[in-house]
């Protein structure tokens, strides 16, 4: 059962009643990201998810991973580029407590300048982690060039540059900004009843302060771009993209079945031509990234460095079919089904039936029942998807990064026509 109230310091709590399970999944999601950032501080909301755990005036960083293995439970956050979320599961008995310590770290954190620099050091192994790894590397890399000059270009962690730059004052000038009751969704999944949840939630957070400092995002926009970082590896790591449907678009359930038709499942198009027929990949995939007011789809290979171009081309060659012909019949079931199946399966999952809450809320302000979004999905034709294809596909938007021992003139027949070359380093 779905139930939803609103504190007097605007902080929305949401939660669904799950009666025989015997596990509760909480979390706090703070309404900003990296995208609420500037490029003075970019960084600075993930580092503050990190010093959150690092000890507040009741509890040292031990006693707080301490609290969290007293009472059974496993608690986690991420800094996303448009939330910040914390969030523990532990057994039901055991809520009372979870809040508690949620409520602590939460308002009640130090930020001692001692642990500021040790987490710095931290962070800073956390990017060098990244650039080890180009095919993590490659997703901050493509989304740098496609987004140009926009917020969204900027990486979740910050670079070493930006990350030395921020000191206590920017810390607390940002979370006292964000970190507001207006600004916060408590969601809640489990074997829990709302009403002794809303009183745990005002009882632990009512000094929270309501106005929060919402960021104007401005809208992106995106052009043809091609980057190639030059790297001496063993292969060579693509990534192609264009716009896609936001996470509130009527249209998001049309990008769903094209992207699972096209490279989500082993099952896919790009799966089987590029990996199964071909040999030329072990990992090719699509993926979408839905954001507030647009979204991104990505198509990920990581090939032999002379097979890059070949790769490159075979991908732009199944946009243009799909563009140019409807899917078939037995491509829409086996993708409505799909996509059906792994819904049913995740609502098993109390933190699956907890993150759903929360970003329903977050980006359509309203609970989206799974019957509705089955729906939804089986009304989706190849027509659809066809036109999404057309508009999506777009030379004109499609851009390529890539990481490896290439050239740009690797890709001179890729035919991603008069593509602006970036400057970014």
């Known amino acids: 059962m779905y139930n939803k109230s609103v504190l007097e310091n605007g902080i929305r709590i949401i939660s669904e009643e799950i009666k025989h399970i015997r596990s509760v999944s ?72 979870a809040v508690s310590l949620l409520a602590d770290i939460f308002q009640n954190s130090l930020f001692d300048r001692e642990e500021m620099t040790k987490e710095k050091a931290v962070i800073e192994q956390e990017i060098n982690m990244v650039e080890d790894t180009p095919e993590d590397q ?50 809640a ?48 790591h693509l990534l192609i993209g264009s716009l896609a449907p936001s996470a509130a678009s009527p249209q998001r359930f049309t990008g769903l079945l094209l992207n699972t038709i096209l490279g989500g499942s082993m099952s896919s198009r790009l799966f089987q031509e590029i990996r199964e027929k071909r040999g030329l990949a072990y990992a090719i995939s699509s ?38 012909r409807q899917v078939s019949p037995k491509e829409m079931r086996l993708a409505r089904e799909l996509i059906k199946g ?7 999952n109390t933190d699956n039936v907890m993150f759903r809450l929360a970003k329903n809320e977050s980006c359509c302000g309203r609970n989206i029942t799974v019957p509705e979004v089955l729906e939804e999905i089986d009304a989706v034709t190849s027509r659809d998807i066809r036109r999404m294809a057309q508009e999506l596909f777009n030379p004109e938007i499609v851009s390529l990064a890539a990481i490896g021992n290439l050239q740009e003139d690797d890709f001179n027949e890729t035919r991603i026509p008069q593509a602006k070359r970036s400057g970014i380093r």
């Open 26 to 97: 909480i979390g706090l999601w703070v309404q900003s990201g990296s995208r609420q950032e500037n490029n003075n501080n970019n960084g600075v909301a993930h580092f503050l998810e990190h010093m959150l755990f690092k000890g507040t005036k009741e509890r040292n960083c031990l006693e707080i991973a301490r609290a969290v293995d007293s009472i059974g439970g496993v608690a986690n956050a991420f800094t996303g580029k448009e939330a910040t979320a914390y969030y523990v599961k532990i057994p039901d008995y055991h809520l009372p407590s």
């Open 287 to 324: 993926f979408l990234v839905p954001y507030q007011d647009t979204g991104m789809i990505g198509i990920y290979a990581g090939t032999a460095e002379e097979k890059a171009p070949a790769v490159v081309k075979l991908i732009k060659d199944e946009m243009a079919r799909m563009a140019g």
């Open 138 to 187: 490659i997703h901050d890399l493509f989304e740098e060039v496609f987004w140009g000059k926009n917020l969204l270009a900027q990486p979740v962690l910050g670079t070493k540059k930006s990350l030395a730059g921020i000191d206590r004052d920017k810390l607390l000038d940002f979370y006292n900004g964000h970190y507001r009751g207006a600004n916060l969704i408590v969601a």
């Open 342 to 348: 792994n819904l049913l399966l995740g609502m098993e």
């Open 189 to 236: 999944a489990g074997n829990l009843k709302h009403r002794d949840f809303v009183s745990l939630i005002n009882s632990s957070f009512k000094k929270l302060k309501s106005n929060a400092v919402l960021s104007g995002m401005a809208p992106p926009a995106a052009s043809a771009q091609v980057f190639i970082k030059n790297k001496a590896l063993e292969q060579a």
